[in-house]
C-alpha cells in the first residue's frame, strides 16, 4: 500500500474518530467541604427570652457541648429585651473562655438583643444580626433590694450614687469586650451610659456586629473561611451539618418559672388555697397547692432578683386577705389586702419595661380580682355560718315548738323534740296539748309561751 493510500485513508478516519470519542463535560468544582474533608458541624442554641439563671445555664450548656462534641463552632441565635446582670456574665465568661468559635445571631426579624443582650452579643467571636432587628440599650437597672417609696432626699441619692457606679462598671465591662474583639469602643459606652440603640444596618457600619444575615445557612456560608484571633485556623462553617440543641425538661419548666406573670399567677394560687384550707381545715388538696404554689413563686421572685420590699407588702396584704374571713371588719381588711398587694406587685422590679421583668396589668388585676372572689366567698360562707341557728345544746332549743303534756298555770311538763321537760308559762294559763314556744333555758326547765 503507497504512502499516498495510507495518508489518504487516515484523513478519513480522523473525523469519524473525532465524533466517536466522547465530549468533554465541564466537572463542577466539588464543595468547600468536600475538597477539604469531613462537612464540618455546627451546635445551634435557639434563645428567646428573659436573661436569667436558667438562660445561663442553657447557653453555657450549649457552648460546653459543642466543645464536647468537637464542633466547628457554636451558634447562637438570640433574641432578648435582657435581664440579668450576674446570668449575662456567666454566659458572657463561658463565650470568652469557649474553646470553639462562638457566632451570636440576633434573629429572626423584629428581635433584639437588648440590655444584657448587648454584651453578650459584643462578647461573639462573630456577631450577626438579621435585617429589622436592633441592639442596644444596655443601661444597668438594679432589679432587686427597692425599698419604700417616700424614704426621703438622702436614700434617694444614695440610690442615685450606687446606680452611677453601677452603670460605670457596666460601661467599663462592655468596653473591654469590645476592645477584645475590635469592635466599636465609643458606642459600646455609649449604649451603657445613655441607652444608645441602633438597627442591624447602622450596627454593621459602626463595627458593632460583623455583618447582616438573612438566615442561618447565609450567615455560615458568609463567615466561611474567616480568621479569628483567638484560634489557629479559620472557620469551617459553609454547608455545616446543623443540629439543634434544646432545653431540657427541666430546664424548660424553670423557665417558665422564671416569668413574673406566672410567679404572680402562682402567688394568687398558693393564697387562694391556703385561704380555702384554713376555712375548713381537712379538706387538704387546696392546702397542699396552695403551699406549693406559694414556695413556686418564691422560688420565681428569686430568681428573678425581685425586692425584697415588694414581697414583704404581697405577703401582708394576703394576710389583711386571711384577717378577713375571721374579724368582722366591713371590707376595711380586704381593701388593704388588696392596696398592699397591688404596691407590693409594683415595687418588685424598679424598672417597668427593662428586660421584660414586670407583671403584665392584665395578670395582676385578673389575680387581684380572683383573690377577691375568693375571699368574698369564704366571707359569705362564713357569715352565714355566724347567723344560722344552733341545733345542738341548750342555745339549740331556743325558738323550739312543743306541746304541753298537761296544764301549765304556771308550771307544768311539755314535750319539745319527742322528750318531756320541766317548763313553767310566761304568759299566763296554757291548756293541755296547747302548741308552745320555747322562750329561754333556765338550767333543766323552759320558760314557754302558747303559739300564736
Known amino acids: 500500500m503507497s504512502y499516498i493510500r495510507i495518508l489518504c485513508i487516515a484523513m478519513m478516519l480522523i473525523p469519524a474518530l473525532a465524533v466517536s470519542a466522547p465530549k468533554a463535560q465541564k466537572v463542577k468544582p466539588a464543595p468547600q467541604a468536600e475538597r477539604a474533608g469531613p462537612l464540618p458541624k455546627v451546635l445551634v442554641a435557639d434563645f428567646d427570652g428573659i436573661i436569667s439563671p436558667v438562660a445561663a445555664e442553657y447557653l453555657s450548656g450549649a457552648i460546653a457541648e459543642a466543645e464536647r462534641r468537637g464542633d466547628d463552632a457554636a451558634l447562637i441565635e438570640l433574641d432578648t429585651p435582657g435581664g440579668l446582670d450576674l446570668s449575662m456574665r456567666v454566659i458572657v465568661r463561658a463565650i470568652l473562655a469557649s474553646r470553639v468559635p462562638v457566632i451570636v445571631y440576633v434573629h429572626p426579624a423584629g428581635a433584639r438583643a437588648a440590655s444584657a443582650g448587648v454584651f453578650i452579643t459584643m ?83 459602626m463595627r458593632v456586629v460583623d455583618l447582616e444575615a438573612s438566615s442561618s445557612e447565609e450567615l455560615l456560608q458568609a463567615v466561611d473561611g474567616k480568621k479569628l484571633p483567638d484560634f489557629d485556623k479559620p472557620l469551617r462553617t459553609a454547608g455545616a451539618a446543623i443540629e439543634r440543641y434544646g432545653m431540657s425538661r427541666r430546664q424548660r419548666w424553670l423557665a417558665a418559672l422564671s416569668d413574673p406573670n406566672v410567679a404572680m399567677i402562682l402567688m394568687s394560687l398558693g ?92 395578670i395582676l388585676l385578673s389575680s387581684l380580682a380572683g383573690l377577691l372572689c375568693v375571699v368574698a366567698l369564704v366571707s359569705r360562707i362564713v357569715y352565714s355560718a355566724y347567723r344560722r341557728p ?50 329561754a333555758v333556765k338550767g333543766l326547765t323552759l320558760k314557754v309561751a302558747k303559739k300564736p
Open 123 to 205: 462578647a461573639a467571636h462573630v456577631a450577626a444580626m438579621t435585617p429589622g432587628t436592633n441592639i442596644g440599650a444596655a443601661h444597668p437597672v438594679m432589679l432587686g433590694g427597692g425599698g419604700l417609696p417616700g424614704a426621703g432626699q438622702k436614700k434617694e441619692d444614695e440610690d442615685k450614687t450606687m446606680e452611677a457606679k453601677v452603670a460605670s462598671d457596666a460601661a467599663a465591662y462592655l468596653k473591654s469586650i469590645a476592645h477584645r474583639r475590635g469592635r466599636n469602643e465609643v458606642w459600646a459606652t455609649e449604649a451603657v451610659k445613655i441607652s444608645t440603640s441602633i438597627p442591624a444596618s447602622e450596627a454593621v457600619a
Open 271 to 362: 393564697a387562694a388555697g391556703l385561704f380555702i384550707e384554713l376555712y375548713n381545715p381537712g379538706l387538704i388538696f387546696p392546702g397542699i397547692v396552695g403551699a406549693i404554689s406559694l414556695i413556686l413563686a418564691f422560688y420565681s421572685f428569686q430568681t428573678l432578683s425581685a425586692s425584697y420590699a415588694g414581697m414583704l407588702l404581697i405577703l401582708d396584704g394576703m394576710v389583711f386577705f386571711l384577717l378577713e374571713i375571721k374579724v368582722t371588719s366591713y371590707g376595711m381588711l380586704a381593701l388593704g389586702g388588696v392596696a398592699a398587694t397591688l404596691l407590693g406587685t409594683l415595687m418588685l422590679f424598679q424598672q417597668n419595661a427593662i428586660g421584660g421583668l414586670s407583671v403584665s396589668w392584665t
Open 390 to 439: 344552733v341545733p345542738t345544746g341548750m342555745e339549740g332549743m331556743l325558738g323550739a315548738e312543743g306541746r304541753a303534756v298537761g296544764p301549765l298555770d304556771p308550771a307544768g311538763k311539755v314535750e319539745v323534740r319527742g322528750e318531756l321537760w320541766e317548763a313553767e308559762s310566761e304568759g299566763g294559763r296554757i291548756e293541755a296539748r296547747a302548741a308552745v314556744l320555747v322562750k
